[in-house]
């Protein structure tokens, strides 16, 4: 079974940078961030397909940069002109076959990694 784990999370003053890694024991097609507030549902955040085609949800475009190494089997999350509405646990996400944006749809989870934005 895929493991992911990801790693990069901390505090940070809004309009800061954070950057989020998330590592594969595998190389798989989809990868995804989710994440989750307190108080809220998990959310969409951001995929890359095996294509490198990314997807972001409107809230974070053009602060948010997706990416893939994957001779590292490693996915990447740069958040630039980071805001208080940021604040989660950011989720990575993976699927073998297809890259939806629904959380229901990814079988692969990682425990997540905290992102506290100061404002």
């Known amino acids: 079974e895929v493991q992911v784990v990801e790693s990069g999370g901390g505090s940070v003053q809004a309009g800061g940078s954070l950057r989020l890694s998330c590592t594969a024991t595998?190389?798989?097609?989809?990868m995804a961030w989710f994440r989750q507030a307190p108080g809220k549902e998990r959310e969409f955040v951001s995929s890359i397909n095996s294509r490198n085609i990314p997807t972001y949800t409107a809230p974070v475009k053009g602060r948010f940069t997706i990416s893939r190494d994957n001779a590292k089997k490693t996915l990447y999350l740069q958040m630039n002109s980071l805001k208080s509405e940021d604040t989660a646990m950011y989720y990575c996400a993976a699927d073998r076959d297809h890259c939806y944006t629904s959380a229901t749809r990814f079988p692969y989870w990682g425990q997540g990694t905290m992102v506290l934005v100061d404002s």
């Open positions: 595998e190389y798989i097609s989809c």
